[in-house]
């Protein structure tokens, strides 16, 4: 999640934009409006903010901060391609290890019929 952090926050600032805006642009302006002063935020509170988009994305939820470009919506589409192959590992990792233990539990206890 860290790395993947980093590449949003780091196309939330440096990477080339066809709107000409960024989903940081688009964070500030909702902190400007809550906060009704003039001033960006923080790099930490953005860093969070891409931290927490990072983790959604991969866990396949809905994060709170949508792509503002072309280069922003490839990368997000990537990450949540990324995430929904790993949950599907995982899914058929752990259902793969439930069939193989009913399987050894079935076998065990044929090897116990036997001996009674």
Aim: net charge neutral; charged share 20%.
């Amino acid at each position: 999640p860290h790395v993947l952090a980093c590449g949003w926050f780091a196309f939330g600032n440096h990477s080339m934009s066809d709107t000409g805006r960024h989903w940081i642009d688009v964070f500030d302006e909702e902190q400007q409006h809550v906060q009704e002063k003039q001033h960006h935020s923080s790099k930490f509170a953005q860093y969070v903010l891409a931290f927490q988009w990072s983790m959604a994305t991969l866990t396949l939820g809905a994060p709170d901060v949508a792509s503002a470009n072309t280069a922003e919506r490839i990368f997000s589409t990537l990450v949540l391609t990324f995430g929904l192959l790993g949950s599907s590992l995982l899914v058929s990792a752990l259902s793969a290890m439930i069939v193989d233990m009913r399987l050894k539990g079935t076998e065990r206890r044929q090897k116990l019929r036997l001996l009674r």
